[in-house]
């Protein structure tokens, strides 16, 4: 038996608002607002929060100083077209080179590494 249920996945960033609707283009969400918070919500999936974090430094990718504290994967149906929309959306490529992987690296806009995979 589980001692905890995961309830909401948290990233710290300089601007929730600004990420979280990033994140709600690109996941299909509403946002629900609070000061220095913003939920995204997806039916039949996990709240995604954002939370405001002063000094906000982000990840590196790749990094071996052990900076990366961890990374999304999103599925999705044809990798190109997803790429197209989040590099619209601000996103920047990090690991994108290789159009024979089943996977690319992103950074958001605030610089948390996500991967898109192919489902």
Do not use: I, N
Request: charged share 25%.
């Amino acid at each position: 038996m589980a001692l905890a249920k995961l309830d909401t996945v948290v990233l710290d960033c300089p601007d929730p608002s600004a990420l979280a609707g990033f994140y709600a283009v690109l996941l299909g969400g509403t946002l629900e607002e609070q000061e220095d918070w913003v939920d995204v919500k997806v039916d039949g999936a996990q709240v995604l929060a954002f939370q405001a974090s002063p000094g906000y430094v982000p990840p590196k990718w790749p990094s071996s100083d052990g900076s990366q504290q961890f990374h999304l994967d999103l599925t999705v149906d044809d990798l190109d077209t997803a790429e197209q929309e989040v590099l619209r959306l601000g996103a920047r490529p990090l690991e994108a080179e290789d159009r024979s992987r089943s996977f690319r690296v992103y950074a958001d806009p605030a610089g948390h590494p996500f991967c898109l995979c192919r489902a």
